[in-house]
């Protein structure tokens, strides 16, 4: 997806860079990336530096910059091309678990505008800093959400989380996950990450499996937060 982007506006000048955000220390990223083969650089940031530097709160998202280095549009959400989000998947196959029916429809109703995404994209590479999509260092910072003092310290406790994981301690890394998600529950990466590294068919199900929903060990899950919360507002 992210290769055809690159092919499709390389010979116009423009560089996509690609970070994965994996707190495995890239065992996980390394795969995916071994068999797409891209062409552009493509990094792991295992323990989510650059969400911090660029704002990022959920994946995928982008920041774009221009030749000189300056930001010119700060972090919002990157939508897959069109034609290529869930919703454009076809129907699901009889006999999947109720729950992964429910995750698949809910990320069938979040919202992505990939069309005026792509087009303002494709509008700014054209035309560089006079496109009407390239903001000015101003309405850059007015966009840019400040961090509370909550938020700063469930950084903290995120990061330290992720260390704790690169030891192999997970039970002592849960601790920190939780209070990340408490002290910042804007955050969806906090919590994307914490429920993939969960042992066994949990992280599949980003959430309780029914065989063993004891086993879970965080207060909310993929699909009822998504609830919760109303897919339309899952990228805001």
């Not at 509370?148 to 992720?162: C, K, S, Y």
């Not at 993939?196 to 992280?203: A, D, F, M, T």
Request: net charge negative; charged share 25%.
């Amino acid at each position: 997806m992210w290769q055809g982007l690159r092919e499709k506006f390389h010979p116009k000048g423009c560089e996509l860079v690609t970070v994965a955000l994996d707190a495995t220390g890239g065992a996980r990223a390394t795969s995916f990336l071994e068999k797409a083969a891209p062409k552009h650089p493509a990094l792991i940031d295992r323990h989510h530096l650059s969400a911090r530097l660029f704002g990022f709160n959920n994946v995928p998202s982008s920041v774009w910059i221009d030749e000189q280095g300056t930001i010119v549009r700060p972090a919002e959400t990157a939508p897959r091309p069109p034609g290529q989000s869930p919703r454009d998947q076809g129907p699901l196959p009889d006999g999947i678990p109720e729950r992964m029916r429910g995750i698949a429809e809910e990320a069938a109703r979040i919202n992505y505008d990939a069309d005026d995404y792509h087009e303002a994209l494709a509008d700014w590479i054209e035309k560089g800093n006079d496109s009407e999509y390239a903001l000015s260092p101003q309405e850059v910072v007015e966009r840019t959400a400040p961090k509370d003092a909550d938020t700063a310290l469930g950084q903290a406790h995120f990061e330290l989380a992720t260390y704790l994981e690169s030891l192999d301690d997970h039970d002592r890394a849960v601790h920190h996950f939780r209070d990340a998600h408490r002290l910042a529950p804007g955050n969806w990466l906090f919590r994307r990450q914490a429920w993939s590294l969960e042992p066994g068919p949990n992280r599949f199900w980003q959430g309780p499996t029914p065989d063993d929903p004891d086993a879970w060990p965080y207060v909310g899950d993929w699909l009822a937060d998504v609830r919760s919360v109303g897919a339309e507002n899952y990228y805001k």
